[in-house]
Nanobody, 123 residues
Framework: QVQLVESGGGLVQAGGSLRLSCAAS????????MGWFRQAPGKEREFVAA????????YYADSVKGRFTIAKDNTKNRAYLEMNSLKPEDTAVYYC????????????????WGQGTQVAVSS
């Protein structure tokens, strides 16, 4: 079992930056791949970024590539999403999720979820 708690969301102007953090409980965090997803009002949950269990492999949605960076610290049981050059269309609730070992881009393939953190980007 893994429990996930996101933090770091907030209101920022377009062009600004935020760093989301996902704190995980459990002794097996190092064996989990981590994903970040987001959901805007009236829209479906969409994939943002993912990192494999070791941190050696990452994958990004085209919409955030070059602006967002995902990282994982197995010594601290934390995953991060560094978001730069934020745009109003990045406004959403951001969720971190965990699954065993390998990256997936479909939200249904993740077993554990946090409660989400709101990110709002003003124009």
């Amino acid at each position: 079992q893994v429990q996930l708690v996101e933090s770091g969301g907030g209101l920022v102007q377009a062009g600004g930056s935020l760093r989301l953090s996902c704190a995980a409980s459990g002794r097996t965090f190092s064996s989990y791949a981590m994903g970040w997803f987001r959901q805007a009002p009236g829209k479906e949950r969409e994939f943002v970024a993912a990192i494999n269990w070791s941190g050696a492999s990452t994958y990004y949605a085209d919409s955030v590539k070059g602006r967002f960076t995902i990282a994982k610290d197995n010594t601290k049981n934390r995953a991060y999403l560094e978001m730069n050059s934020l745009k109003p269309e990045d406004t959403a609730v951001y969720y971190c999720a965990a699954r065993s070992f390998t990256i997936r881009v479909i939200w249904a393939e993740y077993n554990y979820w946090g409660q989400g953190t709101q990110v709002a980007v003003s124009s």
